[in-house]
């Protein structure tokens, strides 16, 4: 069946411009996660949904982030006011339910901040 | 939080070599994960293996959630087994995020 997809796969924007990240779970999946690959930091975990809620938030980066998910299916992760910092691979996984499942990783969108 | 280290974190092999990666981790997990990072940048899920030990062609894990260790074994490398290997690992809780070690880049000469 088809896997994590996400959108935009390449992301080119102003310092200062807000970005909207789109993922797709793979159908049937209730929880979903957000990470960021960055040379300096490695691969760090953001936020997991279970169903439609985020119950713990502080690992995003600043509260310039934020994340949402609808009707237990697409999340969007908006960054506002972006910053070169914010420069990095962000990536989407999925898995059945929370509580330790196989997590399932999507191909992620490269965010550059000029 | 939970802590995570790979080791080597380099590996230079010829093709037909065998090699073991290790993953040590600090606290109990109810997830520990294996992934093959290719070229293209994609997370290739190698193995799920909080505990026990799995095989796959080539390929094979052990993790000893006892002593906070886990392995992965590549036997007869070829040069498309070149990248990045990471191992990820959840300790329940509150979070349910993984934590990732900073990966063992492996590049396996023809």
């Known amino acids: 069946g088809a896997g994590v997809s996400q959108s935009p796969s390449n992301k080119v924007t102003e310092k200062g411009k807000d970005v909207e990240l789109r993922c797709d779970p793979i159908s049937g999946h209730t929880a979903l996660y957000w990470y960021r690959q960055s040379l300096g930091q490695g691969l760090e975990f953001l936020i997991y949904?279970?169903?439609?809620?985020?119950?713990?938030k502080s690992g995003l980066p600043s509260d310039r982030f934020s994340a949402e998910r609808t009707g237990g299916s697409v999340s969007t992760l908006t960054i506002q006011r972006t910053q070169q910092e914010d420069s990095a691979v962000y990536l989407c996984a999925s898995s059945l339910e929370t509580g330790g499942y196989e997590q399932y990783f999507g191909p992620g969108t490269r965010l550059t901040v000029t | 939080g939970i802590q995570v280290e790979q080791s080597p974190p380099d590996l230079i092999l010829q093709e037909g070599a065998n090699s073991t990666l290790r993953c040590n981790f600090s606290?109990?997990?109810?997830?520990l994960q294996w992934f093959h990072q290719n070229p293209w940048g994609q997370l290739i899920n190698l193995f799920y293996i909080p505990s026990g030990t799995k095989q796959n062609g080539r390929l094979s894990a052990t993790t000893v959630a006892t002593e906070r260790y886990s392995l992965l074994y590549i036997s007869s490398s070829q040069t498309t087994d070149s990248g990045v290997y990471f191992c990820a690992v959840g300790s329940g809780g509150g979070a349910d995020g993984l934590t990732f070690g900073k990966g063992t880049h492996l590049i396996i000469q023809p």
């Open positions: 949904f279970q169903g439609n809620s985020a119950p713990d």
């Open positions: 606290d109990s997990v109810n997830n």
